[in-house]
C-alpha cells in the first residue's frame, strides 16, 4: 500500500499498539477519540401497519452516522443538523427519521425503488424492504441531509486496495455489510493493525493487514449475545475477506465510502 510514489503521506502516523498476548502492532485508526454509537440506544422508531422498524434495524444509519462524524462533519454541521428534529438527540436517530417522514425521500424511493416502494407503503408485508436497507437510497438521503454536497456515495465492486487507502491515507472510514455469526449487517471499518511496517510509517505496496479494527453498532462482533461494547473491535482479516460481502471474495467488497470534510473545503 505505499504510496511514495505518489506522494501521498499517511492521513495519521501509525500507533503501536500491544495486545493481551504480548504482541505488537503498528495500527491506524480515524476513530481515535470518538465512541461508536449503539443502534440498542436507538429512540426513533417506525411503524406501518405490519412493518415495524426500531433500533434491531438500524445498524445502517448508525453505521452511516458514525461515518459521517469519524469524516470530519461533526463540528463542522452539529448546529445545522441538530436543528433538524429536535426531539431528537442522536444523529444516526435524526437520520432514521429523515429517511422514513421527509416527503423528498418519499418521492425519491417511489421513482428509484417504484416496486419496494409500493409494498412499503401498503403496510401488509412486514417482510417488505424498508428504505434504510437499501444501499443506494442510504447514501441518498445522507447528501441530502446534509445538504452540502456528495460526501459519500456507494461502491458495489471496491477492491481491498482502496478499503486499506481510505483509511491510512484518506483518514476516512468505510462501510461494509457482511454476514456475522449468521447475522446480515453493517459496521464501520475504522482501523488497520499490522504486525511490522516495510517504511517508517507506512506498509508495504502489496502488504496485507493482520487486523482490520471494526466499529459495530450492535456490540461486539460475533459475541453479540454478551452485551460487549462494539467499540474497536479487531478481526483477522481472513474473517474480513470471509465475511464482509460479497463473502468469500479475496478481491472487491460492496462500500460505503466517504469524502473528508475538509476536503470539500467545509
Avoid at 103 to 121: G, H, I, L, N, V
Wanted: glycine share 6%.
Amino acid at each position: 500500500m505505499n504510496n511514495n510514489v505518489l506522494d501521498i503521506e499517511p492521513y495519521r502516523l501509525p500507533k503501536p499498539v500491544e495486545l493481551a498476548n504480548g504482541k505488537k502492532y503498528w495500527v491506524y485508526n480515524v476513530s481515535d477519540g470518538f465512541d461508536n454509537y449503539s443502534q440498542l440506544k436507538s429512540k426513533y422508531s417506525f411503524v406501518n401497519k405490519k412493518i415495524k422498524s426500531n433500533a434491531y434495524s438500524f445498524c445502517n444509519v448508525h453505521m452511516m452516522a458514525m461515518g459521517l462524524i469519524y469524516s470530519g462533519y461533526e463540528k463542522r454541521l452539529a448546529a445545522e443538523y441538530n436543528s433538524k428534529y429536535p426531539e431528537l438527540t442522536r444523529l444516526p436517530d435524526k437520520l432514521a427519521k429523515y429517511i422514513f417522514e421527509d416527503p423528498e425521500m418519499d418521492k425519491y424511493f417511489k421513482k428509484r425503488f417504484p416496486d419496494y416502494y409500493k409494498t412499503f407503503k401498503t403496510g401488509n408485508d412486514k417482510d417488505a424492504v424498508c428504505p434504510n436497507e437499501l444501499h443506494n437510497l442510504l447514501n441518498w438521503s445522507a447528501n441530502k441531509f446534509l445538504d452540502i454536497g456528495a460526501v459519500t456515495y456507494f461502491s458495489m465492486h471496491t477492491p481491498w486496495e482502496n478499503i486499506i487507502e481510505d483509511i491510512i491515507y484518506n483518514g476516512t472510514p468505510v462501510g461494509v455489510s457482511g454476514l456475522f455469526s449468521n447475522l446480515n449487517h453493517m459496521v464501520l471499518v475504522v482501523g488497520v493493525a499490522y504486525d511490522h511496517l516495510e517504511d517508517q510509517n507506512e506498509p508495504g505496496k502489496c502488504q496485507e493487514p493482520s487486523y482490520l479494527i471494526i466499529d459495530d453498532p450492535y456490540g461486539k462482533t460475533y459475541e453479540y449475545g454478551k452485551g460487549l461494547s462494539g467499540n474497536d473491535v479487531w478481526i483477522p482479516f481472513d474473517k474480513c475477506v470471509s465475511d464482509f460481502k460479497p463473502t468469500n471474495n479475496s478481491n472487491f467488497k460492496m462500500t460505503h465510502r466517504f469524502i473528508r470534510a475538509e476536503h470539500l473545503g467545509v
